[in-house]
């Protein structure tokens, strides 16, 4: 079987630990570096100390004696470069794109940064309370404050029970942790914990040589953690979510399903069902969404995780008198998954669009090293993208059947609904 992922890759372990993926590509002058920080939300394992996942995508813009925030902007400028950075529960990544000209001062001012950040508790404090007041800002959107309790109920001790913001209590007391902060900076920002893609007009030779100068002197750390277990769900649960003023109901049924393997056709499997039953192309979609008008937001998704984590069905429904129906549908369609078999065509047909919707995504440099990178924080590897869409082609009507008996149950379920109370 050809392999998805289409383009030829050198994967480099330099002695101190850090991971180089190169991805030389067709696509002429532009480079993008992406640093996979392997630390999120899932990490923030101590009581009262959520958030500093995300708080460091903020930190990491503060500068180092080298490089204080102006020279640094100053250089991003010059360089036209293009940059920004994400958290989510397993990872946070750091991305800049620009012209190959620049390659070296670029690989060479993101080195200094990554191993000599530097901030004073002032610093600190002003960016715990920049994240306090996004959180705020977050929190006046429904769909985030229902996604917040939704894990709140669905996990307890692992802390994905928390989103990527952390808990408010949590975030309040955060300027009082500076000498914490540099505890949890020395933890993970470390070349053993990150993953570096640098994709584009660039030879795999170069690249090893840029890193190896700047990067090679990063000292590897030593902490070892422990993520505790997420205990099984005791039966269904129900959240109850007021919202103070005018907005529509939301629903959000979510069943635990398990972590991310490659190595098995579960992970493929979750996502092959979203596609049938909960996409844009589903029956139910066309029902809901197109046909009767309950509903004006409607989608499955299982998302990929390093622990097991939630697939997740929400339904922003239209009248609140038909919340109870939509449910209904919901829950016999979950019935129909455990029940039928899927039709081959039907079935072949989604993982042509699969490998189709992917192959289009391989269209610029910039496109490459993202889609890498979310690979990458779960298996430090491009090679998960070709098993997983091997196990795709490997997946039977029989399959999707087992593996929604499976998870789809009644004791594994949350359903949250929010509803205004003005």
């Known amino acids: 079987m050809t392999k998805i992922f289409p383009f030829e890759y050198d994967q480099h372990d330099f002695a101190n630990g850090l991971r180089l993926i190169t991805v030389p590509t067709s696509y002429p002058h532009i480079v993008s570096l992406y640093v996979v920080v392997h630390v999120g939300s899932r990490n923030e394992t101590e009581v009262g100390k959520s958030g500093f996942a995300h708080l460091f995508e903020h930190m990491m813009f503060r500068g180092t004696e080298l490089y204080p925030p102006e020279r640094y902007e100053a250089v991003l400028k010059d360089a036209g470069a293009a940059q920004n950075a994400y958290t989510d529960d397993d990872l946070t990544v750091y991305h800049t794109t620009f012209t190959r000209e620049d390659l070296g001062q670029i690989v060479a001012m993101e080195a200094d940064r990554f191993a000599h950040l530097k901030y004073s508790e002032e610093v600190f404090r002003t960016e715990a309370r920049a994240v306090l007041a996004e ?25 994905y029970q928390h989103t990527t913001m952390g808990f408010l209590k949590d975030i309040e007391r955060m300027p009082e942790l500076y000498e914490f902060s540099r505890q949890f900076h020395g933890r993970y920002y470390r070349p053993e914990n990150t993953t570096m893609i640098l994709a584009g007009d660039v030879s795999a030779e170069e690249a090893r040589r840029l890193v190896s100068e700047h990067w090679g002197g990063w000292k590897r750390g030593s902490f070892q953690e422990t993520i505790p277990a997420a205990p099984q769900l005791a039966g269904p649960r129900e959240v109850a979510v007021e919202w103070p003023t005018a907005t529509m109901p939301i629903l959000q049924v979510a069943y635990r399903t398990p972590a991310y393997r490659d190595d098995d056709g579960e992970s493929a499997a979750l996502d092959i069902l979203s596609y049938l039953y909960f996409s844009q192309s589903a029956p139910l979609y066309e029902e809901l969404v197109l046909e009767e008008q309950l509903c004006d937001v409607f989608f499955g998704m299982n998302a990929d995780h390093l622990d097991p984590y939630l697939y997740v069905v929400t339904a922003r429904v239209k009248d609140a008198e038909r919340i109870d129906d939509v449910r209904r549908r919901v829950a016999e369609t979950v019935d129909l998954m455990k029940t039928e078999l899927v039709d081959g065509v039907r079935l072949e047909t989604v993982k042509s669009h699969l490998r189709y919707a992917f192959a289009m995504r391989m269209d610029q440099t910039e496109g490459i090293a993202g889609l890498l990178a979310r690979y990458v924080s779960l298996r430090r590897t491009p090679e998960t993208i070709n098993r997983l869409y091997e196990q795709y082609a490997r997946v039977s009507a029989e399959d999707l059947r087992r593996v929604a008996q499976e998870y789809f149950v009644e004791a594994n379920r949350v359903t949250a609904l929010l509803r205004s109370v003005a």
């Open 135 to 159: 959180y705020n800002k977050d929190s006046a959107e429904p769909f985030q404050l229902l996604q917040e309790k939704l894990r709140e109920a669905a996990f307890e001790k692992h802390p």
